[in-house]
């Protein structure tokens, strides 16, 4: 079943529209989707190396203004949307916790968010709530998803082929591992 995934998943990264369905998905994973966007950039470098950098561009962009989407549910609709949102995903607690953060530490929270597995569109909603500068959340949330999916666009695009190589032979334990590493994300919030 996992090949099977991972087949559909290359498949889906050389469809014409692919650039789009790349956008939809960082957009969507920025307010409320739980799938993270290596999920389709990975396949996406590895399926056309030559794009890497306007993919990892794409990448950024969308997930940013999914970003700021979510900044706007926080400020304006949290009670109706965010706080929903939160509670469907059994983040109300950690969000309470990370509201009294930003009176300290905003911006390096969110480009922390945004660089690392820890759920971003927990922090993008949180900022809005929270009244974070509007100009600081902008520019962390750039400067995260951006040297986050640059470096794995400029990794996959230098040594992509032993990379894939390395995939395809060990696709369950790399499997694992990402997951791994999305609980650890998950974990970590739950810790604040």
């Known amino acids: 079943m996992l090949r099977r995934l991972y087949d559909g998943t ?15 998905v960082a957009f969507a994973e920025s307010i409320f989707f739980p799938v993270p966007v290596e999920a389709l950039l990975l396949p996406m470098v590895l399926a056309a190396p030559e794009r890497a950098w306007r993919y990892a561009a794409i990448g950024t962009a969308a997930s940013v203004a999914g970003g700021m989407a979510g900044y706007g549910a926080g400020t304006f609709l949290f009670e109706i949307v965010g706080r929903p949102m939160l ?44 009244g974070t500068d509007f100009g ?21 695009w230098r040594f992509g082929v032993p990379i894939r190589a390395f995939i395809e032979r060990w696709l369950g334990p790399v499997a ?17």
């Open 136 to 156: 600081a959340f902008m520019l962390a949330s750039a400067l995260g998803r951006g040297l986050r999916f640059f470096a794995i666009a400029a990794l996959l």
């Open 10 to 24: 290359i498949r889906l990264a050389r469809h014409p529209r692919a650039a789009w369905i790349l956008a939809g």
């Open 87 to 130: 509670e469907f995903y059994g983040y109300s607690e950690a969000f309470a916790k990370a509201q009294a953060l930003y009176n300290e530490h905003g911006g390096f929270i969110v480009f922390t968010a945004a660089f690392s597995p820890i759920p971003y569109k927990v922090f993008t909603i949180a900022s809005g709530v929270a």
């Open 176 to 192: 694992l591992a990402f997951v791994a590493l999305l609980v650890a994300g998950f974990v970590l919030l739950k810790a604040f």
